[in-house]
């Protein structure tokens, strides 16, 4: 089973819009080592980080960080450890003022 470490995704979205930054290929198991959120703006800001198991719609039960507020400037870094399967989906949305100047980043291993 060979690993490869990588960026599994990048996003910049809109504010308040919902955004699939990365979904587990077939026969592909992740662990998602990191996960940053760089507040570009000077404006504060809030985000969202959650998994979908087999891509279905969004549920209270998928978040692993909700609203959590970031300053303008400033960059958020979590080492996490997550790991998913195949059709998982990562999603992303920021809020606020200045939710359309955030950057999410991914980055892990796929074992196939």
């Not at 990191?34 to 800001?45: H, L, Q």
């Not at 979590?78 to 100047?101: C, F, K, L, P, Y």
Request: hydrophobic share 40%.
């Amino acid at each position: 089973m060979p690993t490869v470490y990588k960026v599994l995704g990048q996003a910049a979205p809109v504010s308040l819009l919902d955004t699939n930054i990365y979904t587990v290929p077939a026969a592909t198991q992740v662990i998602i080592s990191s996960i940053t959120v760089c507040n570009r703006g000077t404006d504060d800001a809030t985000f969202r980080v959650w998994v979908a198991v087999n891509s279905v719609v969004t549920a209270n039960n998928q978040y692993i960080y909700y609203d959590v507020p970031i300053a303008g400037n400033d960059t958020f870094i979590a080492t996490v450890g997550i790991t998913i399967d195949a059709a998982d989906q990562v999603r992303v949305r920021g809020g606020g003022t200045g939710g359309s100047n955030l950057t999410f980043q991914l980055f892990g291993s796929e074992i196939t």
